[in-house]
């Protein structure tokens, strides 16, 4: 019967999984719909304003981006923020986020971007902030274990992620440096081609005067 009972709660779990999975897939998608209509706008927008400056350079008039293209700017200033919200939306659905210099997506904590090497901004880890809530809360005696347990698993995963985040730095660390060799190799080529060419030519020069 425990055997069962133990299978049930399995394939319940695993119901929810596809389902919460499912309704994620839905909601992104539907974001990006969003996303897609108002990149649409922007583009009508761009037009309108292509269309006012070759008006004015049609009646060879002065254009002022103040006084005629205004109104459109702040509207594509308005749907930006916008799009850029929606963005974040889709990134926290699938745990991610944006490089700061790159805007690639990247993982949540990851604290250099495998992509340029930029270094992130500092964020606290979920499991952190949910530990510390954790031991600053009381419970009763016959909850004691269970609370040292569940404490126990958070530390192990924040212990997991800063290896595996170490790694991650190691490794755009190292592609750097061999990006810097193989720039100085280069730069190291390209030198000693520049002082043979110039030897040569003094050579050349010498057997012309003679």
Known sequence: ????????????????????????????????????????????????????VYEKHIREEDICIKKDLEEQCTKIDVLSDEIDSLLKECLELKDKKQCKSCYKEIEKDDKFCPNCGAQQT???????QVLEELESTEVEEDNAMEKQIVMEELQKDIESKENEQE?????????????????E??????????????????????????
């Open 122 to 128: 500092q964020e606290e880890p979920k499991e952190a």
């Open 167 to 183: 790694k991650t730095t190691e490794k755009v660390l190292a592609k750097e440096e061999e990006k810097d060799d193989e720039q």
């Open 1 to 52: 019967m425990e055997f069962f009972d133990k299978l049930g709660k399995k394939a319940s779990q695993a119901a929810k999984m596809t389902a919460d999975k499912t309704g994620k897939i839905a909601k992104e998608t539907k974001l990006k719909f969003k996303i897609g209509e108002l990149r649409t706008q922007i583009n009508s927008i761009y037009e309108e304003i292509g269309k006012k």
């Open 185 to 210: 190799q280069k730069s190291n080529l390209e030198k000693t081609v520049e002082i043979e060419s110039n030897v040569k030519l003094e050579e050349d020069n010498e057997e012309e005067k003679e």
